[in-house]
C-alpha cells in the first residue's frame, strides 16, 4: 500500500443555489484551495451508558444525525469573494455597468439578507486524491479578506453543510480566468459622502473622502452570520433540514497605518461617524472598451473608531484602527460591489 496524496485533488461549487436545500445544484466553477479537504463528522451521538442493562460499560452506540464544518482558503479575486460574500450575506443583485461597450462584464452587489433568514445553499464536489465526493446543503457562515503590503490579499471563508456525503463521479468543471487581486489594488478612503443607489446601478462614494492607502500598511474584514442549523421534527434521514442566519450578522474591520498626525484620534475621541471605503482594483477586463476592470469594492456607509492605539514598526510609529460598523437607515451597514465576467450568482 502506498500513502495518498492530495496533489491531484480538486473542489468545486455551483454558482447556482439549490432550488430546495439539500437538492444538488451543478458545479459550475473550480476553486484551488489551501488546508484540509472536507469531511462530514457526527453531530449527535448516544450510547446506554446512563442506562441499567446488567452491563458495566455502554452496549450500544447510536449518531442521531450528521453535519460539515468546512473552510475554504485562497488568495482573493473577485469570483471567490462573490461567492462566499454571497452565500454569508445572501442577496446578490446584478447589472450591466454598460452593456453596449462592454457586454460581457456584470456588476454584483451584495447585501445582507433582511427578508429571509433562511440561508441559500449551493453544491460542493471535491476530490481529495482519494475519492470524488458530493457535499449538498452548503451555506456560508463567515468570510474575510485581509492584505498587506508586497502581499497577494487573502480570502478565508467558512462554511456549513447538511451532513450528507455522496460519491460523485462528475468531470472537474474549468476555473474562472480572474488574476488574484494584490496589495497594489487597494485604496482605503475615509469620509465622503454616499450617493446614488444599488436599484439604480449609480451607488458611490463622493464628496472628496481622505485617501489613506499610502500610509496603510494592513487591513482585515469579516462578516459572520452566525448560523444556526436545524433538525427538523418529522425528519429521521439525520441531516440539517435548514440552516438560517443568526440575530444579526458581526463584523470586524480594522487597520494599521502609518502615523503621519493625530487625525485618527481625533476620529477616536470625537466620535465622527465616516463612510469608509475600500476599493481594490485589479486588471482590466479584456474583450472590452478597456475602461472597466475586476473590481471589489467593501463599503460601509456609517463606521465609527473603536480603537486609535499608537504601536511601533521597527522604529515605525503606527496606528492600528479598529472601527465599529454601524447601520445606516438608507444604505445598511455594508455593501459589497463586485465586477467581474460572472454572469450571476446565487440565482
Known amino acids: ?77 473577485p469570483h471567490n469573494l462573490a461567492i462566499f460574500f454571497g452565500l454569508v450575506m445572501g442577496k446578490v443583485s446584478t447589472d450591466q455597468p454598460d452593456n453596449v461597450n462592454d457586454p460581457d462584464v456584470y456588476r454584483h452587489y451584495i447585501e445582507r439578507d433582511l427578508t429571509d433568514a433562511v440561508m441559500k445553499s449551493v453544491t460542493l464536489v471535491e476530490y481529495d486524491g482519494v475519492a470524488q465526493k458530493q457535499f449538498p446543503g452548503v451555506f456560508g457562515k ?91 421534527m418529522g425528519d429521521n434521514s439525520g441531516y440539517v433540514t435548514r440552516a438560517e442566519r443568526g440575530e444579526r450578522w458581526k463584523q470586524e474591520l480594522s487597520a494599521v ?34 475602461n472597466l476592470k475586476y473590481e471589489v469594492d467593501l463599503i460601509f456607509p456609517k463606521a465609527v473608531y473603536r480603537e486609535a492605539k499608537k504601536d511601533l514598526d521597527g522604529s515605525i510609529v503606527t496606528v492600528n484602527g479598529r472601527f465599529q460598523v454601524l447601520e445606516d437607515a438608507t444604505y445598511g451597514s455594508v455593501i459589497v460591489k463586485i465586477q467581474n465576467k460572472q454572469s450571476s450568482y446565487l440565482a
Open 1 to 77: 500500500m502506498s500513502t495518498k496524496r492530495i496533489s491531484t485533488g480538486w473542489r468545486a461549487f455551483s454558482t447556482a443555489k439549490e432550488s430546495v436545500y439539500g437538492s444538488p445544484a451543478t458545479v459550475t466553477t473550480a476553486l484551488n484551495f489551501e488546508g484540509s479537504p472536507t469531511d462530514i463528522e457526527a453531530n449527535e451521538t448516544q450510547n446506554d451508558e446512563k442506562e441499567v442493562t446488567g452491563f458495566v460499560e455502554a452496549t450500544e452506540h447510536a449518531t442521531l444525525n450528521w453535519k460539515l464544518d468546512g473552510n475554504h482558503k485562497q488568495r482573493a479575486m
Open 142 to 232: 463567515s468570510v474575510k479578506i485581509s492584505g498587506e503590503r508586497g502581499q497577494f490579499l487573502q480570502l478565508e471563508a467558512e462554511f456549513g453543510g447538511m451532513g450528507k456525503e455522496l460519491a460523485s463521479a462528475v468531470s472537474k468543471p474549468s476555473a474562472v480566468a480572474e488574476s488574484y487581486l494584490r496589495y497594489g489594488d487597494v485604496e482605503f478612503t475615509r469620509g465622503g459622502a454616499l450617493s446614488g443607489s444599488v436599484a439604480g446601478g449609480d451607488l458611490a462614494v463622493g464628496s472628496g473622502p481622505t485617501s489613506f492607502k499610502g500610509a496603510l500598511k494592513s487591513f482585515d474584514y469579516s462578516i459572520n452570520a452566525e448560523p444556526t442549523t436545524l433538525y427538523e
Open 257 to 290: 497605518f502609518e502615523m503621519a498626525d493625530d487625525a485618527h484620534k481625533t476620529g477616536l475621541t470625537s466620535g465622527a461617524e465616516y463612510v469608509l471605503n475600500i476599493p481594490i482594483q485589479g486588471a482590466v477586463i479584456a474583450g472590452g472598451s478597456g
